[in-house]
């Protein structure tokens, strides 16, 4: 059973470009959560979203970022216009569904390392 | 907002000792989860264990455990027998019983560091 992909692995930019980074969940997992990971720190969530729906996006920058999670195909991060500061490691994790009650398991993917030249 | 505090940058511990790794978190929520995750060279975030604020009894995964002060909010890992495998970015990390509980909150992390 494949765990969560990411890609790519490395990604590098130059300031004012497009970045996207892509990731696929479980199988079975409807449930997608992008976290950005700067240097030295833990990791900060940005976007909760089910199947064409962002259901959560109080941690996603205001401007430049979007997030999708169409009903066919990955889940994307997109970033416009990058700048220096967005250099981080870019994390996405997939669970079965989320309970008002219980915990459903984060199941992470391996990272997208993202360089800002 | 909660907090999420691991005051260890860095740690090291000889190949079958045992070490601990302080974590200490803020709220004012009277249930929760709480989690080490550990990250390898690899970058890839496993989970090591979890914690349910309202049970008592510490969680235990084989050579993995927690001592849970509720009160002192306070949430160690213990790792028993220490392995080379287990080097590692260890996170602790918490999330509210409902509602946003999708929302993971991490500390920034302890280096362990396992020596032969």
């Known amino acids: 059973n494949a765990g969560v992909m990411q890609n790519p692995r490395h990604l590098v930019r130059r300031r004012g470009q497009e970045a996207r980074l892509r990731c696929s969940p479980m199988?079975?997992?409807?449930?997608v959560y992008w976290y950005r990971q700067l240097p030295e720190e833990g990791l900060k969530f940005m976007v909760y979203l089910q199947k064409e729906n962002i259901i959560d996006e109080s941690g996603m920058p205001k401007e430049r970022f979007s997030a999708e999670f169409p009903k066919e195909g990955p889940s994307i991060l997109r970033i416009q216009q990058v700048v220096r500061g967005d250099s981080a490691a870019y994390f996405c994790?997939?669970?079965?569904?989320?309970?008002?009650?219980?915990?459903?398991?984060?199941?992470f993917g391996p990272g997208t390392r993202l360089t800002v030249l | 907002a909660q907090t999420v505090t691991q005051s260890q940058p860095e740690m090291s511990v000889q190949e079958a000792e045992t070490v601990t790794l302080s974590c200490t978190y803020d709220?004012?929520?009277?249930?929760?989860?709480l989690f080490w995750y550990k990250q390898p060279p690899s970058r890839q975030m496993i989970l090591v264990i979890r914690?349910?604020?309202?049970?008592?009894q510490n969680a235990t995964e084989n050579r993995f455990s927690v001592n849970f002060q509720k009160a002192a909010k306070s949430f160690s890992l213990k790792i028993s027998d220490s392995q080379l495998g287990d080097t590692a970015m260890y996170f602790c990390?918490?999330?509210?019983?409902?509602?946003?509980?999708?929302?993971?909150?991490f500390g920034k992390g302890t280096l362990l560091t396992v020596n032969p």
């Open positions: 990390a918490f999330s509210p019983p409902w509602g946003s509980n999708y929302k993971l909150t």
């Open positions: 914690q349910e604020a309202y049970k008592q």
């Open positions: 994790a997939s669970s079965l569904g989320t309970s008002g009650s219980s915990y459903n398991e984060q199941f």
């Open positions: 199988k079975g997992h409807s449930h």
């Open positions: 709220t004012s929520e009277n249930n929760y989860y």
